[in-house]
Every structure is written in C-alpha cells, then in structure tokens.
C-alpha cells in the first residue's frame, strides 16, 4: 500500500513502470521471475526460519515486478475512482 503523502515514492514508480515496454523494463522483469522462480525451488529444502526470509524476498521482488508492469494502483480503465473515506 502507498501512502499518498510518499511523492518521492510515487514518483519513483511511476518512472519504474515508465520503463515496462523499454528493453530494459523487458529485462527487469524477466529478471524479477527468475529470481522469484529460484526462491521458491529454494523453499523446498530451506528450514523454517530460512523460508519465512525468502518468502520475504518474493513478497518484495512480486511488489517490483507489480510497479514496473502495472505502476501505481488505481481505478481500472473506465472506472471511476471512489470518494475519499468511502469504501
């Protein structure tokens, strides 16, 4: 979750996810997958301590993977976006 008072933050994802069709983007991502994929081949023979840190790991490389393809959360094409404090 973003805290609409980050800017730097935001900004900083939005540049990320600026770079989804550039070759570098391409690369970036498919970068993220492969570390993800190693991690959980990784989880089947890890202790239980060693498992909740790489499922750390995953957790954060699924968020950056989730900024470069999909930048900020938000209202989906066409929608509207609520008021806010309602739900």
């Not at 909740?52 to 989730?66: D, F, S």
């Not at 930048?71 to 404090?85: H, I, N, S």
């Amino acid at each position: 979750m973003i805290l609409t008072g980050d800017r730097e933050r935001m900004e900083a994802i939005i540049d990320v996810s600026a770079l989804r069709l550039e070759p570098a983007g391409v690369k970036l991502v498919r970068l993220l997958e492969l570390l993800i994929e190693d991690m959980r081949k990784q989880n089947d023979t890890v202790s239980k301590d060693g498992l909740e840190r790489n499922q750390g790991k995953i957790a954060g490389w699924e968020q950056l993977k989730e900024y470069v393809t999909k930048g900020l959360p938000g209202p989906k094409l066409g929608e509207r976006p609520k008021p806010a404090g309602t739900y």
